[in-house]
């Protein structure tokens, strides 16, 4: 088995030298750019630093993010090359497919590149040398830790979400690693100029975690420390042990576990949207909204203006001379609140098409549900990604949780406050199919009234989220963030849920009045 | 020769009495303010009969029908299909009934096969079924090569079918049409009468509006007419007819033999001589 799955390994990698010429150059050309990379990795921090106790929390946090991006990088993004399901067919033993795999992941282009940057780390580092045998040991550890690292994440991946939402799953990494992006900038910058002590307090923390533990063991070792290095190759031999022992569970559960099949798909494939949303009502009409929102230029107009408002709005604050500082954490609330704002009114731009949604008898709540659809879909990572923005400007990551807090709470609330509007006072809007731009052709009360309601409603309702959010911001300790991260998810969370709940009970009672209200309109 | 529908028709007519009644309105009234659209309609549907209502433009044939699909709220009255009443346990009555409104919009930024699919799965069908339904739907009503066009580019009469289609997705018991003929050309409107008379012979039945006396008279078997909000006859076809022909029955009972009131002078003579 394990002779086998070598050699498929090796054909694997053999593969990406096949082809043309030219093909097989580009390849060699970016294997060695890699693998100088690797080295390069290794031996900028003794470019960078000469003190060895400073080059060695460098390390740490090198190896740290290296290990973790092995433990990560494959759950949100496995590409599928050989993993334990595939195998379900073949003639053996779980344990020894088990084995065989893991044993196989050493001839894949990671782990040669992660064995590259190992050697070129153990070659770099005289110091390290003294006692050989530690320098060994902790590496090794490492190997075996990303290695195994990859294989579980990587196979959990895939037994937890089949491989039709593999799209969905690099999605979400890719929001996850730009809303990184800004803290990592942050985090480098604040290292490099920070006071030696926070450094080394950051890099001792690591080290005790798997992900440093071998590099901080390793100069503990060089220090003559040995029974501490010890105790921090202890940490990551624990680690390892735990992934091999969850290894061998995971493998016998993808072999065994029968996957749904993809047959139902068939009726949706080429419906676009449809296609990527099951076949219940919420869903569906998520996916209609979706699809309008990509078709219809009502939307879109509707949208455009939203990120104009917070930077009218810094500007005006900053004329009056406010920090800029604080100011930073004002346009994303604002912009979120905006979004979510923009359903206040979305049944009357269905028009008189919501009889098909009345004629059906769904849920109401269904109906207020699936139209929240695209808002989430843009609205979660703007919030994700433009917490971290937020942060990175105000100069203090620590305030990342309550940031976080704070707009998720405004879009959710927002959210839950316009699906109620959105039955309780249907105003007429632009027709469907007429210019965006287009003045609706009906004028009467209503508009003016839902508007100031709705958005008074959601400010009012954001108030105890953001005054938690700000007593956070001004006070910063830990307990205050975590605590106000919780609380803007969960009552925003509750916010939102009340407002499908009541929303829908609406729209079941009085569907006939809206679709008489929008006859007028129409 | 085939059977014209108007042989099928009558003949359905007599063996459909005997049905049990699959669709009930007692003493329907809406009022909109002081204007009455509808005061004290009953109407009872047979199963496998296919009813025709017909009356004067604005008689209030469409808040009937409205009324019995769930989409207009009645100022009193009750509606049931199969004993279940509409305004009371809406969700289990919709999922009989199969509704095709006249002037209402379609989410018509779908194509025609998501819109099938969207209005088939929102009526509870599952998604299997939803596709082999479509696919013959389409097939049966022409739109074969327009499912993957919006339904917004369609004519009036495609988007006349591809409603029809939607109302029947999820197989109803009875299909409440209003004007379902309307901007529908000949060889389409022959082809849907088809259709629903194999829904009739397999047991279903079809309410529906027209302002046609002659279409009506061709393919329905039973009839209600509506003048003023208030149904003046009802029964077969034949019994309502009475030896004449539909048309002039019509204007017996509402009493206007039409042209020669008034208008004398847009007649002979024009005001620019």
């Given at each position: 088995m394990a002779a086998r799955l070598l050699r498929?390994?090796?054909?694997?990698?053999?593969?990406?030298?096949?082809?043309?010429?030219?093909?097989?150059?580009?390849?060699?050309?970016i294997g060695l750019l890699a693998a100088a990379a690797a080295v390069a990795l290794a031996w900028l921090p003794t470019l960078l630093l000469h003190e060895a106790d400073a080059r060695a929390d460098l390390d740490v946090f090198i190896g740290s993010a290296l290990l973790g991006a092995a433990l990560l990088v494959p759950?949100?993004?496995?590409?599928?090359?050989?993993?334990?399901?595939?195998?379900?067919?073949?003639?053996?033993?779980?344990?020894?497919?088990?084995?065989?795999?893991?044993?196989?992941?050493?001839?894949?282009?990671?782990?040669?590149?992660?064995?590259?940057?190992?050697?070129?780390?153990?070659?770099?580092?005289?110091?390290?040398?003294?006692?050989?045998?530690?320098?060994?040991?902790?590496?090794?550890?490492?190997?075996?830790?990303?290695?195994?690292?990859?294989?579980?994440?990587?196979?959990?991946?895939?037994?937890?979400?089949?491989?039709?939402?593999?799209?969905?799953?690099?999605?979400?990494?890719?929001?996850?690693?730009?809303?990184?992006?800004?803290?990592?900038?942050?985090?480098?910058?604040?290292?490099?100029?920070?006071?030696e002590g926070s450094t080394t307090a950051a890099a001792r923390a690591l080290g005790w975690s798997p992900f440093g533990a071998a590099f901080a063991g390793a100069q503990q070792a060089a220090n003559g420390d040995l029974g501490a290095a010890l105790l921090h190759f202890g940490v990551l031999l624990a680690a390892v042990i735990v992934l091999f022992a969850v290894w061998f569970p995971i493998v016998r559960a993808s072999l065994q576990s029968v996957e749904r099949p993809a047959d139902p798909a068939i009726a949706r494939r080429g419906l676009g949207w449809f296609e990527r949303f099951s076949a219940k009502p919420a869903s569906v009409i998520a996916a209609r909204v979706l699809t309008y929102w990509s078709r219809d230029p009502r939307y879109r107009v509707g949208l455009s203006a939203i990120p104009f408002v917070p930077i009218l709005m810094i500007l005006a604050f900053w004329v009056a001379g406010a920090d800029l500082r604080t100011l930073a954490a004002v346009p994303l609330p604002v912009i979120l609140l905006l979004l979510a704002w923009s359903l206040h009114n979305d049944v009357a731009m269905d028009s008189t098409a919501i009889w098909s949604h009345v004629a059906s008898g769904i849920a109401g709540r269904d109906d207020r549900r699936g139209r929240l659809a695209p808002v989430l879909l843009i609205g979660l990572p703007v919030a994700l990604i433009g917490s971290t923005v937020t942060v990175t400007v105000m100069g203090e990551w620590r305030v990342l949780p309550a940031v976080i807090g704070m707009n998720l709470a405004v879009l959710f609330v927002t959210c839950g406050v316009s699906s109620v509007f959105s039955v309780l006072i249907p105003y007429p809007t632009t027709r469907p199919g007429d210019s965006p731009f287009a003045q609706p052709q009906w004028s009467?009360?209503?508009?003016?009234?839902?508007?100031?309601?709705?958005?008074?409603?959601?400010?009012?309702?954001?108030?105890?989220?953001?005054?938690?959010?700000?007593?956070a911001l001004v006070d910063v300790t830990p307990a205050w963030n975590l605590g106000a991260l919780a609380f803007g998810v969960v009552y925003g969370a509750a916010i939102l849920g009340l407002g499908i709940l009541l929303g829908g009970k609406i729209f079941d009672r009085r569907g006939p009045e809206l679709i008489a209200a929008t006859q007028v309109f129409d | 020769m085939p059977v014209p529908s108007i042989v099928r028709a009558r003949e359905r007519g007599r063996l459909a009495t005997q049905n049990p009644v699959v669709l009930r309105t007692e003493v329907l009234t809406k009022n909109y303010g002081q204007i009455a659209a509808a005061s004290d309609v009953s109407i009872q549907v047979h199963a496998g009969?296919?009813?025709?209502?017909?009356?004067?433009?604005?008689?209030?044939?469409?808040?009937?029908?409205?009324?019995?699909?769930?989409?207009?709220?009645?100022?009193?009255?009750?509606?049931?299909?199969?004993?279940?009443?509409?305004?009371?346990?809406?969700?289990?009555?919709?999922?009989?009934?199969?509704?095709?409104?006249?002037?209402?919009?379609?989410?018509?930024?779908?194509?025609?096969?998501?819109?099938?699919?969207?209005?088939?799965?929102?009526?509870?069908?599952?998604?299997?079924?939803?596709?082999?339904?479509?696919?013959?739907?389409?097939?049966?009503?022409?739109?074969?090569?327009?499912?993957?066009?919006?339904?917004?580019?369609?004519?009036?009469?495609?988007?006349?079918?591809?409603?029809?289609?939607?109302?029947?997705?999820?197989?109803?018991?009875?299909?409440?049409?209003?004007e379902p003929f309307e901007a529908i050309d000949p060889v389409s409107a022959s082809n849907v009468t088809d259709i629903l008379e194999k829904f009739v012979?397999?047991?279903?039945?079809?309410?529906?509006?027209?302002?046609?006396?002659?279409?009506?008279?061709?393919?329905?078997?039973?009839?209600?007419?509506?003048?003023?909000?208030?149904?003046?006859?009802?029964?077969?076809?034949?019994?309502?007819?009475?030896?004449?022909?539909?048309?002039?029955?019509?204007?017996?009972?509402?009493?206007?033999?039409?042209?020669?009131?008034g208008l004398q002078w847009l007649h002979g003579s024009s005001d620019s001589v």
């Open positions: 498929l390994r090796l054909t694997l990698l053999g593969s990406a030298f096949r082809g043309s010429a030219t093909r097989a150059l580009r390849a060699v050309l759950f949100f993004a496995n590409r599928g090359h050989l993993e334990p399901r595939q195998f379900a067919s073949v003639p053996a033993r779980p344990g020894s497919i088990a084995s065989a795999l893991l044993f196989s992941t050493v001839l894949t282009w990671p782990a040669i590149l992660l064995l590259v940057w190992l050697v070129a780390l153990a070659v770099l580092r005289p110091e390290w040398q003294q006692p050989v045998w530690a320098l060994v040991l902790g590496l090794v550890l490492v190997y075996l830790f990303a290695v195994t690292a990859t294989r579980v994440s990587s196979a959990l991946s895939k037994l937890w979400f089949g491989h039709d939402r593999g799209g969905v799953l690099r999605v979400v990494g890719t929001v996850l690693l730009i809303a990184l992006l800004p803290l990592a900038f942050f985090g480098i910058t604040a290292i490099s100029g920070a006071p009467g009360s209503g508009s003016g009234l839902s508007q100031t309601l709705s958005m008074i409603a959601a400010l009012v309702f954001s108030v105890p989220a953001v005054w938690i959010a700000v007593v | 009969s296919f009813t025709g209502i017909v009356g004067p433009n604005g008689a209030g044939k469409t808040t009937t029908l409205s009324m019995i699909s769930g989409l207009n709220r009645p100022t009193s009255g009750r509606i049931t299909v199969h004993d279940i009443d509409v305004w009371a346990d809406g969700p289990a009555a919709k999922r009989l009934i199969g509704t095709l409104p006249d002037r209402l919009r379609l989410f018509d930024r779908l194509t025609g096969a998501q819109l099938l699919y969207y209005i088939g799965i929102l009526n509870g069908v599952r998604e299997d079924a939803v596709a082999t339904r479509a696919a013959e739907l389409a097939e049966a009503f022409g739109l074969g090569s327009a499912m993957d066009r919006l339904v917004s580019d369609y004519s009036a009469g495609m988007q006349k079918k591809i409603g029809l289609a939607c109302a029947m997705i999820h197989a109803p018991e009875v299909l409440v049409l209003d012979a397999g047991g279903g039945s079809v309410i529906m509006s027209s302002h046609s006396l002659d279409l009506i008279q061709r393919v329905c078997d039973h009839v209600a007419v509506i003048v003023d909000g208030s149904v003046i006859a009802q029964g077969t076809v034949d019994a309502v007819r009475d030896g004449m022909s539909l048309e002039e029955r019509f204007a017996h009972l509402t009493g206007e033999s039409g042209a020669e009131k």
